[in-house]
């Protein structure tokens, strides 16, 4: 129940924001959400940061993020790059005050890149004059391969994925997790009755599901490297926030460029 009851109000919450939100509002939250997922990660990764050189870390690594309420692709870019450049600054100013700049730039470059750059891509998506319907479109996706990959993995899992990463996760499951995942979108599609052809949303469908599992070792990957349990606490039952975006944080951009190139 623990776990329940955050996520039923995360995903109303979520629907609400699509549907009945403005963009700017959209905006808001994810850029929110961004700040607090960068406080997690650098929680994690950097955790000598402290402090003002903190704080102006995360600030830094916003760049994507604000520059995506201008809803354009090559501004989010061009913010990509002054983060880049107020990072390297940052890192220059605390040679020698740091204990090693180099991993500093290279965990804040990921971060802002990960991150910032992987979450201005939903608020891109959110531009699309379909925005709110792919989106939960994918999230839609994600749960439905997610929820899959459990059962799937439970009934039948012997085989690992990847055992040194995430020892529960099995060949199996990540099969079941493309079939429900695939499931999902289709039955989503002729719910809301939109365009999307069946043949090509099983195509995306089933690229996003991969991409999402990728994502998903991504951040166990992060965790295990840092021996860390749970990015946060922030969601009660479902952990820290990077643990709810892991799966969204690689499939939104992919998303987006799909649609971007007209292949959806």
Not at 175 to 192: K, Q
Not at 210 to 237: A, H, N, P, Q
């Amino acid at each position: 129940m623990s776990r329940v009851i955050p996520g039923i109000c995360m995903a109303a919450g979520w629907l609400i924001l699509l549907f009945q939100g403005s963009f700017v509002l959209f905006w808001a939250v994810i850029l929110l959400g961004a700040m607090l997922a960068l406080h997690e990660f650098f929680r994690m990764t950097l955790t000598t940061l402290q402090g003002w050189r903190q704080w102006a870390t995360i600030a830094c690594c916003l760049g994507p993020v604000l520059a995506a309420l201008s809803g354009h692709g090559e501004v989010v870019l061009a913010g990509m790059m002054c983060s880049l450049l107020c990072l390297a600054v940052l890192a220059l100013h605390g040679y020698g005050a740091m204990d090693d700049s180099l991993e500093y730039a290279g965990y804040a470059g990921f971060a802002c890149i990960y991150v910032s750059g992987c979450l201005a891509h939903m608020v891109l998506l959110r531009v699309h004059p379909q925005g709110a319907f792919w989106l939960t479109m994918l999230v839609a996706i994600v749960a439905g391969s997610d929820t899959g990959a459990y059962y799937a993995g439970r009934a039948l899992g012997k085989r690992k994925l990847f055992p040194l990463i995430s020892p529960k996760k099995t060949v199996a499951g990540g099969v079941g997790g493309v079939a429900s995942g695939v499931v999902s979108a289709e039955i989503f599609n002729l719910i809301f009755q939109r365009p999307a052809h069946p043949g090509t949303l099983l195509v995306v469908a089933m690229v996003l599901v991969m991409i999402g599992i990728v994502g998903d070792l991504t951040e166990s990957m992060i965790k295990r490297s840092v021996e860390c349990k749970d990015s946060g606490t922030i969601l009660l039952g479902h952990g820290g926030l990077l643990d709810r975006l892991d799966s969204l944080l690689l499939t939104a951009p992919v998303l987006y460029y799909l649609l971007y190139f007209g292949m959806v």
